[in-house]
């Protein structure tokens, strides 16, 4: 998402993602006619492995982070991506972005929701 969405602080991160977007533009126009199917697929509210190391908890930060979210699970993923790939010939799904359903266009805002 940070290709499209910046964050601060992050122009490192949100550059590398900028080129993926344009590597997998190249590559479209660059195999149109071959047959070869070029998909770009972003996902975004889903847990990280990590958290940003300025947090001096970690693991509390996750928690304080992700609480009241419900964020996408691996399942979630899984399941846009074999679309993808069953997707008949004829067909090209050549960009997907996939956020939680409480979360806005481009990840500017979550609703937070009550725990249970």
């Not at 997998?24 to 509210?45: F, K």
């Not at 300025?54 to 304080?64: I, K, N, P, W, Y």
Request: glycine share 8%; charged share 25%; net charge neutral.
């Amino acid at each position: 998402m940070a290709a499209a969405w910046t964050i601060p602080g992050m122009p490192v991160y949100a550059m590398t993602k900028a080129a993926l977007r344009n590597l997998s533009q190249t590559l479209r126009l660059d195999l149109h006619g071959s047959g070869v199917r070029v998909s770009e697929m972003r996902r975004a509210g889903s847990r990280p492995a990590r958290i940003s190391p300025s947090l001096a908890d970690r693991e509390e930060g996750r928690q304080r982070f992700y609480e009241g979210f419900e964020c996408l699970q691996p399942d979630d993923i899984a399941e846009a991506v074999m679309f993808v790939l069953g997707a008949p010939q004829r067909m090209d799904v050549s960009y997907m972005e996939i956020v939680p359903t409480d979360q806005s266009y481009g990840g500017s805002q979550f609703l937070r929701r009550d725990p249970p």
